[in-house]
């Protein structure tokens, strides 16, 4: 089978990574894709909303199958408008659900009454628009911080803010609604209950009526070490997460997952693809932040690796709708992932750095993001450039291997966080770590 795998980020070349490794795949193709992306398929350019030419794409290369990395072309209609596509009208099958689906991303007040309507725990919340200031600064000053704040649609990671003081948060609605940084992101705003807790992202894959539920991880957000400085697209992930136990994961399964399939088919909105379940570890009961209706980055990079079924399968599986009769294979070691960023991210930063060490890593997977080949050098080309993933016996192995990796690659203004599972190491659940700080350099 032919593929066309959409996206040119590290999640991707993971994905590509992963997918190349089936017996069911005759071509794979990515769009955009990276230098990384070409060790598996061949990257191709097509415009997605030029209809015609992806329709063109799709039957030139004998394409059987479409699968959206990222979340922006769902949201956008991406998979409705292939599936509408008289030319294409049973050739295609599409990875990644319709707009409508997507409104779980794409629409944060959508997600929360979606909840609210299928009992799914979450934190409380009030929404308000533009023309409303006066009254979410009044539900402000009513109520005890913190506070979260978020644009409703889709801001690049920049639509969330935790403000510690009622000052800090009135100021943050000010600049956020009367503002035009967040474009028609902000044409609705969220006010949510502060939850106190320890995120963990969990990911299941769906055919619309079946779902698998995939290796849980858990991401590092910001950019300095301590969880300190601004949020990023993410700096690290370690999979499994040590509190994500049996008893945790099945409440994840009973409490969240299954009644969020069962909504979906109820409300009559077909879905197929990944769902990422960003949660809150509440005193041991979940509660769900966010709905991504794509894997996450750098969760992906950290994750497949352990995926020991092959993912062409699983796919195979939603465009059969035999989901159910496929099965799900987990490797038990752990898998620590290190983002290498530019200096200045997430903000100003200089790209065309030439990245060296490369062919030196051994017993760990490189996957590139930010990078571009120039002749026969690899330079930097985005403020995340690459992750480095690798296994251990346990977290702590994990950890070490990855930076051990990490050193041998290097560019100018290389910059990482130096703390990526650290706070794992002292649970009782550490897999068999000391629970020490491992002292990286």
């Not at 040119?8 to 992963?18: C, I, L, N, Q, V």
Request: glycine residues 12%; charged residues 25%.
């Amino acid at each position: 089978m032919n593929v066309l795998l959409i996206g040119g980020g590290g999640r991707e070349h993971a994905m590509a990574w992963k997918l190349a490794q089936s017996s069911m795949l005759d071509e794979l193709y990515v769009t955009p894709g990276n230098p990384g992306t070409l060790r598996h398929g061949r990257n191709v350019e097509v415009d997605l909303q030029d209809q015609r030419a992806l329709r063109h794409l799709i039957i030139d290369k004998r394409i059987r199958m479409v699968v959206v990395g990222p979340e922006a072309p769902l949201v956008d209609g991406l998979h409705d408008r292939i599936a509408a596509d008289p030319g294409l009208k049973g050739l295609v099958t599409v990875i990644g659900p319709g707009a409508s689906g997507a409104r779980l991303e794409g629409s944060k007040e959508f997600a929360k009454e979606f909840m609210l309507r299928h009992g799914i725990p979450t934190a409380a919340f009030r929404a308000f628009g533009r023309g409303e200031l006066d009254a979410a600064l009044e539900h402000v000053r009513r109520t005890a911080g913190p506070y979260v704040i978020k644009a409703d649609g889709l801001a690049q990671g920049k639509g969330v803010v935790i403000a510690a003081s009622r000052e800090e948060a009135e100021q943050t609605l000010k600049d956020m609604m009367q503002g035009t940084a967040l474009g028609a992101a902000a044409d609705r705003m969220l006010i949510e209950q502060h939850l106190s807790g320890t995120e963990v992202s969990c990911f299941l894959i769906t055919d619309g009526e079946a779902f698998k539920m995939l290796p849980s991880a858990k991401d590092y957000k910001r950019i300095g070490d301590g969880d300190t400085g601004p949020n990023t697209g993410g700096m690290g992930a370690v999979s499994p997460v040590p509190f994500a136990d049996r008893e945790f994961m099945d409440k994840v399964h009973d409490r969240i997952a299954l009644p969020t399939i069962r909504g979906l088919r109820s409300e009559g909105i077909p879905y197929q693809g990944f769902l990422f379940m960003g949660l809150m570890n509440v005193g041991g009961e979940p509660y769900v932040i966010e709905y991504n209706v794509r894997l996450g980055d750098p969760e992906t990079q950290a994750i497949l690796p352990r995926l020991r079924s092959d993912l062409m399968d699983l796919f195979e599986g939603i465009a059969t709708g035999t989901l159910s009769e496929r099965h799900v294979d987990v490797d038990d070691r752990s898998c620590a992932t290190v983002v290498l960023a530019s200096a200045g991210y997430p903000g100003k930063y200089e790209t065309g750095k030439a990245i060296v060490g490369l062919d030196l890593v051994q017993s760990a997977h490189v996957f590139q993001s930010g990078t571009r080949q120039e002749k026969d050098r690899l330079l930097t080309a985005g403020g995340r450039v690459a992750s480095v993933s690798a296994f251990g016996k346990d977290i702590e192995h994990a950890i070490i291997n990855a930076y051990t990796n990490v050193a041998l690659i290097d560019f100018e203004g290389k910059t990482h966080r130096m703390d990526i599972g650290q706070d794992l190491l002292n649970t009782s659940a550490g897999r068999g770590g000391t629970g020490q700080k491992l002292g990286i350099k």
